[in-house]
């Protein structure tokens, strides 16, 4: 029985502890809901405009069409300049006298030009310029798949923006409601007219409802630090001007696409297979190129050469 009471009176104890705690917190506000201008065609603009990855993928697709030259190179005659000049001093002194010594001097000047084509080499040469050609179209699909996954992680991080607004303002308005409800039961339990664990539900839901527009705040916080990163700003946090617009504004409708037709549609037309299509049509050229080595290479071959040598010295 004492046990009973020590129990009971220790509940009354904490229970007038958190009420009063609760009751300090009434007057507690929220703060304003973040408010930008950000549009979803503006952020991937500003991504597509300055990420790293959009270079690379375009200096990949000018060095693809640097081989390109490289290989049709080999369609044209090929000239060899060559060229020489040697000046030479010579001395002689007889054994048998050596009070004799002569003293030459020459120049020496060659210069010659081949020039050489290339006439049948079993084909392995249009195999070379189609597999370069292939490989443009790869590093062209391969930028447009860089820039349909950069557009895929900006559109996932801007709605989660948009859902973490949201969620805050469900949550403002559920701890502004609450706090209201408080209010009315707080009345109404000095009145008499209602336990105070009735009132206290409604404090309970009232910090519940403050704590999830915090945890939003902080998920808006983490997802605004990756829009940062996929538009290369220079700040680490994501400017206010530049928070997402709201997401009221956007309507929501159509009818859902048909499953096969949209996967037609994929197969034919998404970047990442269109890049693998080109890279095995670049693959089975270059398989040509080496059946090449079989057969027997053709070439035309010009040269001609001048020398001259003259005496500057003899004495």
Do not use: C
């Given at each position: 029985?004492?046990?009973?009471?020590?129990?009971?009176?220790?509940?009354?104890?904490?229970?007038g502890t958190w009420s009063w705690a609760?009751?300090?917190?009434?007057?507690a506000s929220l703060p304003a809901l973040p408010q930008g201008s950000?549009?979803?065609?503006?952020?991937?603009?500003?991504?597509?405009?300055?990420?790293?990855?959009?270079?690379?993928?375009v200096a990949r697709i000018e060095a693809a069409e640097a081989v390109v030259a490289q290989a049709r190179a080999s369609l044209w005659p090929q000239l060899t300049l060559t060229a020489g000049y040697r000046l030479q001093d010579s001395t002689m002194q007889p054994d048998w006298a050596p009070e004799i010594r002569r003293d030459d001097s020459?120049?020496?000047?060659?210069?010659g030009l081949q020039g050489g084509w290339l006439v049948f080499d079993g084909f392995a040469r249009q195999a070379r310029i189609l597999a370069a050609r292939h490989g443009v179209e790869a590093s062209e699909a391969g930028l447009d798949e860089v820039k349909r996954l950069l557009c895929t992680a900006v559109n996932n991080a801007f709605f989660q923006a948009q859902l973490a607004v949201e969620k805050m303002r469900i949550a403002k308005s559920n701890q502004e409601f609450n706090r209201l409800l408080e209010a009315d039961a707080d009345k109404r339990w000095r009145a008499g007219a209602i336990a105070e664990a009735e009132k206290l539900n409604f404090s309970v839901r009232a910090l519940q409802a403050e704590s999830d527009y915090l945890a939003a705040a902080q998920n808006l916080a983490v997802v605004g630090t990756v829009l940062v990163e996929l538009?290369?700003?220079?700040?680490?946090?994501l400017p206010e001007a530049l928070y997402p617009v709201s997401a009221l504004d956007r309507e929501i409708?159509?009818?859902?696409?048909?499953?096969?037709?949209?996967?037609?549609?994929?197969?034919?037309?998404?970047?990442?297979?269109?890049?693998?299509?080109a890279r095995l049509a670049a693959a089975?050229?270059?398989?040509?190129?080496?059946?090449?080595?079989?057969f027997p290479s053709v070439f035309r071959r010009r040269?001609?050469?001048?020398?001259?040598?003259?005496?500057t010295r003899n004495h």
């Open positions: 029985m004492f046990k009973r009471i020590v129990i009971a009176w220790s509940l009354l104890l904490a229970l609760l009751e300090g917190t009434v007057d950000l549009t979803l065609r503006e952020a991937q603009s500003r991504a597509l405009r300055n990420s790293p990855g959009i270079a690379a993928a020459f120049n020496n000047f060659r210069a538009m290369a700003l220079p700040d680490a946090r409708g159509g009818a859902v696409p048909e499953i096969g037709t949209e996967l037609k549609y994929a197969l034919a037309h998404r970047s990442d297979l269109m890049a693998l299509k089975e050229q270059r398989k040509k190129t080496e059946r090449g080595k079989f040269r001609g050469a001048i020398q001259r040598s003259e005496r």
